[in-house]
């Protein structure tokens, strides 16, 4: 007889098994940091591109077209508002915030995602420029920007 009263099983058969419950969540995901590697070497790029310009010319061009400049911003140059992030003032200043964003990046990205890594640096750089452009009105340039905004989202999840 079977410890099932309803059971139409026979005794030889046991009972069936429950399955356990689906959960929703999941551990993360680890993608390789393949935002982060294509932000730094477009970062750099733009270093050297500013670098071999400005001993061709004498001007830093692309800071003249791409800097955080307070008057251009408030005549409508809003692209400034998030370019400031590729350009660097030195070899070490570069250096400083690729290494923070390689630090930073690879682990923020590869837990979270590419996508959602990007929309962060984008606006970690917006955020950060807007907040400059609001509280200063000297000229400013660096990806210090996002390097902060990574620090921030990174003491928001901890």
């Known amino acids: ?34 935002v982060t590697y294509v932000l730094i070497g477009l970062t750099v790029i733009f270093y050297l591109a500013q670098t071999v310009i400005e001993s061709l010319t004498g001007v830093d061009v692309l800071f003249l077209y791409l800097g955080k ?9 809003f692209w400034r508002l998030f370019t400031p992030a590729l350009l660097h003032a030195s070899p070490l200043h570069l250096l400083a915030n690729m290494y923070a964003a390689f630090i930073l990046g690879r682990s923020y990205e590869s837990i979270n995602g590419h996508l959602r890594f990007f929309l962060l640096c984008l606006v970690s750089a917006f955020g950060g420029n807007v907040l400059s452009f ?25």
Not at 135 to 146: E, I, K, M, R
């Open 1 to 34: 007889m079977s410890n099932y009263p309803d059971s139409d099983q026979p005794e030889s058969q046991p009972p069936p098994q429950r399955q356990a419950p689906r959960l929703f969540v999941s551990a993360p995901k680890t993608n390789q940091p393949i």
């Open 69 to 77: 400049i307070n008057p251009f911003i408030m005549e409508g140059q």
């Open 134 to 158: 609001v509280l200063g009105d000297y000229p400013s340039l660096g990806a210090s920007t996002v390097t902060f905004g990574l620090l921030a989202a990174q003491a928001m999840f901890i």
